[in-house]
């Protein structure tokens, strides 16, 4: 399948999605989605109450704990039989993720390992390695600090007016994102085998570093390793290119899921938000070019046009894994050397999540408006200090931007019960955030091939169909 018809496929897809999932929310799913948003109402409306009552030992108290288990039990049946439903069409976009993680972990691997024994010596890995962390962590305190600058001149949550809830009230969550137990946890592997099975990417990029390292400083015995490694990544992208014809078919499966469960509403009840993330996304988008164009010059432009159908598929999956494969081979096209590209790229998806760092500060502060709460300018500054540290050791964890919101919100005065405000619609934020993570890789390994003379003119003999 060529770049082109995919591209049209996935599109096709993308509508097909949209028309087929308005039809079942409106006509199939219709009544289960009623008593969900009828529950969700319900729930609020009990946990407002909770929050007024001052004597929590009265009987009117454990009543409304019992109505609001209740609804909540409520919420979950009728949840259950809307997945039930849509069982045919999230099946579609599973068996494509679950694909697409099977063959990324022994491709970030394997060619990380050869992108570092090729490198060489030491002292060429730190300084290769230098130079793509100087790139990743200008690029996150930039998505940070837009993040922030954005939030603070649209105010989106001003017009939310949430009341502030109880402290018994919460989400499902997790909220030890500080934890630096769990940071090591998610760096430094116990387990090679495990940290591949679980998809660990930052635990196997880790091992791949010293794996690389190892195999180039053996000299010639090492020369097996790496031809083996070179061989089997480019199987897994042999393989990649037969997964990838499934693309079309499995976006069309979630944006349906997406569309049946949410409607139209969500997208009107949260307009603001969602209208207002997206175009400081599109600035960030920008920004990001122009960083490369100062580089690549106009060749920034057509590194864009390269990647947009693996942006495409990141933004319609909801995740940027998806496109990992997609991105490595159209690198090697536009011209990096693959050495370069097999070093800078799997970094890139532990360290350099531009979208996902823009929408951790953009999302926080939110909270903060919606709830009527004032941050200094100098909290924000800690806050947002405090996300680029902790975001960096959750690749790979469901939900990690919410995680690392969780864990951060609640040192800041935030009620951690304001996550409720984002779930409904993190799926639709997921998507665009996911795009922009992979225009912030791919740019900054052209921007490292060129800073290293490894930026050749564009190839066209490589293909992974």
């Given at each position: 399948?060529?770049?082109?018809?995919?591209?049209l496929f996935i599109f096709i897809a993308l509508v097909a999605g949209v028309i087929t999932g308005y039809i079942y929310n409106v006509k199939v799913i219709d009544k289960i989605n009623y008593n969900i948003s009828?529950?969700?109402?319900?729930?609020?409306?009990?946990?407002?109450?909770?929050?007024?009552?001052?004597?929590?030992?009265?009987?009117?108290?454990?009543?409304?704990?019992?109505?609001?288990?209740?609804?909540?039990?409520?919420?979950?049946?009728?949840?259950?039989?809307?997945?039930?439903?849509?069982?045919?069409?999230?099946?579609?976009?599973?068996i494509f993720l679950r694909l697409i993680k099977m063959v990324v972990a022994p491709l970030v691997f394997t060619t990380l390992v050869v992108g570092v024994a090729k490198v060489g010596d030491v002292a060429s890995?730190?300084?290769?390695?230098?130079?793509?962390?100087?790139?990743?962590?200008?690029?996150?305190?930039?998505?940070?600090?837009?993040?922030?600058?954005?939030?603070?001149?649209?105010?989106?949550?001003?017009?939310?007016?949430?009341?502030?809830?109880?402290?018994?009230?919460?989400?499902?969550?997790?909220?030890?994102?500080?934890?630096?137990?769990?940071?090591?946890?998610?760096?430094?592997?116990?387990?090679?085998?495990?940290?591949?099975?679980?998809?660990?990417?930052?635990?196997?990029?880790?091992?791949?570093?010293?794996?690389?390292?190892?195999?180039?400083?053996?000299?010639?015995?090492?020369?097996?390793?790496?031809?083996?490694m070179d061989a089997f990544a480019h199987v897994i992208l042999k393989i990649t290119g037969y997964v990838m014809k499934l693309a079309p078919i499995a976006v069309f499966g979630a944006i349906t899921v997406v569309?049946?469960?949410?409607?139209?509403?969500?997208?009107?009840?949260?307009?603001?938000?969602?209208?207002?993330?997206?175009?400081?996304?599109?600035?960030?988008?920008?920004?990001?070019?122009?960083?490369?164009?100062?580089?690549?010059?106009?060749?920034?432009?057509?590194?864009?046009?390269?990647?947009?159908?693996?942006?495409?598929?990141?933004?319609?999956?909801?995740?940027?894994?998806?496109?990992?494969?997609?991105?490595?081979?159209?690198?090697?096209?536009?011209?990096?050397?693959?050495?370069?590209?097999?070093?800078?790229?799997?970094?890139?998806?532990?360290?350099?999540?531009?979208?996902?760092?823009?929408?951790?500060?953009?999302?926080?502060?939110?909270?903060?408006?919606?709830?009527?709460?004032?941050?200094?300018?100098?909290?924000?500054?800690?806050?947002?200090?405090?996300?680029?540290?902790?975001?960096?050791?959750?690749?790979?964890?469901?939900?990690?931007?919410?995680?690392?919101?969780?864990?951060?919100?609640?040192?800041?005065?935030?009620?951690?019960?304001?996550?409720?405000?984002?779930?409904?619609?993190?799926?639709?934020?997921?998507?665009?955030?996911?795009?922009?993570?992979?225009?912030?890789?791919?740019?900054?390994?052209?921007?490292?091939?060129?800073?290293?003379?490894?930026?050749?003119?564009?190839?066209?003999?490589?293909?992974?169909?």
């Amino acid at each position: 399948m060529t770049k082109n018809k995919l591209t049209l496929f996935i599109f096709i897809a993308l509508v097909a999605g949209v028309i087929t999932g308005y039809i079942y929310n409106v006509k199939v799913i219709d009544k289960i989605n009623y008593n969900i948003s009828t529950a969700d109402a319900q729930i609020k409306a009990i946990d407002t109450r909770i929050v007024e009552m001052k004597d929590t030992t009265v009987a009117d108290f454990k009543t409304l704990k019992l109505q609001r288990a209740a609804q909540v039990t409520i919420r979950k049946t009728n949840d259950t039989l809307r997945e039930d439903k849509l069982t045919g069409f999230s099946v579609l976009s599973d068996i494509f993720l679950r694909l697409i993680k099977m063959v990324v972990a022994p491709l970030v691997f394997t060619t990380l390992v050869v992108g570092v024994a090729k490198v060489g010596d030491v002292a060429s890995v730190g300084r290769i390695g230098g130079k793509t962390m100087l790139w990743f962590l200008s690029a996150t305190l930039v998505s940070l600090l837009l993040g922030m600058l954005l939030v603070n001149l649209f105010e989106p949550g001003k017009a939310m007016h949430v009341p502030l809830p109880d402290s018994h009230l919460g989400t499902d969550i997790k909220t030890t994102g500080l934890s630096l137990r769990d940071f090591i946890s998610h760096v430094f592997p116990k387990s090679f085998i495990e940290a591949m099975a679980n998809n660990e990417i930052l635990q196997i990029v880790v091992f791949a570093l010293f794996f690389g390292v190892a195999t180039g400083a053996i000299g010639e015995k090492g020369t097996v390793v790496i031809k083996a490694m070179d061989a089997f990544a480019h199987v897994i992208l042999k393989i990649t290119g037969y997964v990838m014809k499934l693309a079309p078919i499995a976006v069309f499966g979630a944006i349906t899921v997406v569309i049946a469960k949410q409607g139209v509403g969500v997208l009107s009840t949260y307009a603001i938000f969602i209208s207002e993330f997206y175009f400081s996304l599109l600035i960030l988008w920008l920004v990001i070019i122009l960083a490369g164009f100062f580089v690549l010059r106009t060749r920034a432009f057509k590194l864009v046009n390269n990647i947009k159908d693996a942006m495409l598929v990141a933004f319609s999956t909801s995740t940027s894994e998806a496109a990992y494969p997609r991105v490595l081979i159209e690198l090697e096209k536009f011209g990096c050397n693959s050495k370069i590209v097999s070093f800078v790229l799997p970094l890139g998806y532990s360290f350099n999540l531009d979208g996902s760092m823009m929408y951790m500060t953009f999302a926080s502060l939110f909270l903060a408006q919606s709830y009527g709460i004032h941050l200094a300018f100098s909290q924000q500054l800690s806050m947002l200090l405090i996300l680029m540290l902790t975001s960096k050791g959750v690749a790979g964890v469901p939900r990690a931007s919410l995680v690392v919101i969780a864990g951060t919100i609640a040192a800041f005065g935030i009620p951690e019960a304001g996550l409720a405000l984002l779930i409904g619609i993190d799926p639709l934020l997921d998507m665009g955030r996911s795009a922009t993570n992979v225009l912030g890789n791919a740019m900054a390994t052209a921007v490292v091939s060129k800073w290293e003379g490894e930026l050749g003119p564009e190839k066209d003999d490589i293909e992974i169909d």
